[in-house]
């Protein structure tokens, strides 16, 4: 019902910066939930930052005042701007979004999440 496609990722040195653009097609007008996921080898999926359908926004505390999530609905696309990048932050990040209502986008488990992008690498190197 909805596809996502991610762009955008590649490898900058710390604390550069870098867009990504997740472009939905389908019947996005369903969802509630999109936003951005992350997970580096070895570790669990986590949260980066989401927007409700009511406008809300949150963002995982290791990323607030570095990134920024916003959305083009003429062009149906979400974009996730970073900057003062971490090697941290090192991971696959992946756009999704749910088609169930929660409360809040971010502490929901991501599993709860329907649809997936193919994710996009994202490397920093000190």
């Known amino acids: 019902q909805v596809q996502l496609v991610e762009s955008g990722g590649g490898s900058v040195q710390a604390g550069g910066s870098l867009r990504l653009s997740c472009a939905a097609s389908?019947?996005?007008?369903?969802?509630?939930?999109v936003g951005w996921f992350r997970q580096a080898p070895g570790k669990e999926r986590e949260g980066v930052a989401t927007i409700r359908n009511d406008g809300q926004v949150t963002y995982a505390d290791s990323v607030k005042g570095r990134f920024t999530t916003s959305q083009d609905n003429a062009k149906n696309t979400l974009y996730l701007q970073m900057s003062s990048l971490k090697p941290e932050d090192t991971a696959m990040y992946y756009c999704a979004a749910s088609v169930g209502w929660f409360y809040s986008c971010i502490d929901t488990h991501w599993s709860n999440y329907a649809y997936w992008g193919q994710g996009t690498q994202v490397t920093v190197s000190a």
């Open positions: 389908g019947h996005t007008s369903s969802t509630y939930c």
